[in-house]
């Protein structure tokens, strides 16, 4: 199925999105940041419980109403996982099964894009965490079985809604449990029941400083040319947490979240992503807001605000490879973006080349660009 959702090649501004909590009741300060920032994507997770329990669902239906009552896209996951170590029982399986029959048929007709069971190959089928649980047969059997009947299913019950899935933690070859994730669902059917990949392509701080770039080398699923989506990735900052309370990432400060986020929403759109969606866009509870607790943009959502503003409409059309390179920290990146009716723009950064100059010949102009590791934006005739 090829639709808007599943569409690389489009501008990056029409791309991006934020997950929001729709519990947390700042609905309307989430998504009114969310438009502020540019962004045409809300994601939000539906609770899932035992016993067949949509659980909150008039907060969800909410959030989806003032979401397209926006113009704003609307995406889904579940947000409740397997509460044992060994993954759902029977009768969670069934009550599961039974509430996401409720959000289909709800939410049928309304083009809403589903992306599967949250972090499967993470905590969230079995509180086994990694790497174990993630690569155990049976364990990830049963959570792949999960993630294509809930494919099949939606693709049964609502021909406008566009399936991804499985929402999986980090790149494929971020670690080699991962891949061996990968080749597993894929040996097992998966990736015949889906219209894309959705990913959490969350960046660790002790792999090169949380450097975005690496994505060019393990992000590639190698088994399907699906394109990728995500709904979560961030880099959380709190000058205050003590040196043991780091999280599964590690904690940067806020000028190294800027503009490590800006260099992965740019790469992730080198990368084929057709939808870029950060986590989160709650209001100051968690170290990676957007907003803060008055639902004002934070310094990163003031960032972000700045790229779609600048890139407004414009879409990738090439890397321009300038010089020599050992890889992808060593690399000066520039790409080049086009809007019909409109200038060229050039963005350009490096993970580590801080300050070094390089002269260009652009249509018959030259153009001298001073490499740093924040995102730099110029417009050329």
């Not at 599961?96 to 894009?113: D, M, R, S, W």
């Not at 905590?123 to 690569?135: L, R």
């Not at 709190?238 to 490590?260: M, P, R």
């Amino acid at each position: 199925m090829s639709n808007i959702h599943t569409t690389v090649k489009r501008p990056i501004s029409d791309k991006l999105g934020a997950c929001i909590w729709p519990y947390q009741g700042t609905t309307d300060k989430q998504i009114a940041g969310v438009v502020e920032m540019g962004m045409k994507y809300v994601a939000a997770g539906a609770r899932i419980e035992g016993s067949g329990n949509w659980a909150n669902s008039d907060l969800m239906i909410d959030a989806y109403d003032q979401a397209t009552a926006k113009g704003l896209y609307f995406m889904t996951d579940s947000a409740n996982g397997a509460t044992s170590g060994t993954g759902p029982t029977d009768s969670d399986l069934a009550g599961f099964k039974e509430a996401f029959l409720k959000i289909f048929n709800y939410f049928k007709g309304k083009g809403i894009v589903y992306l599967g069971w949250n972090e499967p190959n993470g905590e969230f089928w079995t509180t086994n965490n990694q790497p174990t649980a993630q690569t155990d047969y049976n364990t990830v059997k049963a959570s792949t079985d999960m993630e294509i009947w809930l494919a099949k299913q939606a693709r049964s019950i609502d021909s406008t809604a566009t399936i991804a899935g499985p929402s999986m933690i980090y790149s494929p070859d971020d670690t080699p449990e991962n891949r061996l994730y990968v080749n597993m669902i894929v040996e097992m059917g998966m990736f015949k029941y889906l219209d894309a990949i959705c990913e959490h392509p969350y960046m660790r701080k002790p792999n090169d400083n949380g450097c975005p770039e690496q994505l060019i080398e393990t992000d590639n699923f190698k088994v399907t040319n699906l394109p990728k989506m995500s709904n979560e990735f961030a880099f959380p900052w709190n000058q205050k947490k003590v040196a043991n309370d780091v999280g599964f990432q590690g904690i940067w400060n806020l000028y190294e979240s800027i503009k490590l986020t800006l260099r992965q929403i740019l790469i992730m759109d080198y990368m084929n992503y057709s939808i870029i969606a950060l986590y989160t866009a709650e209001c100051g509870t968690n170290d990676d807001s957007l907003l803060d607790t008055n639902g004002n943009l934070t310094g990163v959502g003031k960032a972000i605000k700045w790229l779609t503003s600048e890139l407004n409409g414009y879409t990738l059309d090439s890397k321009i490879e300038i010089t020599e390179h050992i890889g992808y920290i060593d690399d000066l990146y520039l790409m080049k973006y086009t809007k019909d009716g409109a200038k060229d723009k050039l963005v350009y950064w490096t993970p580590s080349r801080m300050g070094e100059l390089y002269g260009l010949v652009y249509e018959n102009s030259f153009y001298k660009l001073k490499f740093s590791d924040y995102p730099q934006i110029m417009e050329v005739s």
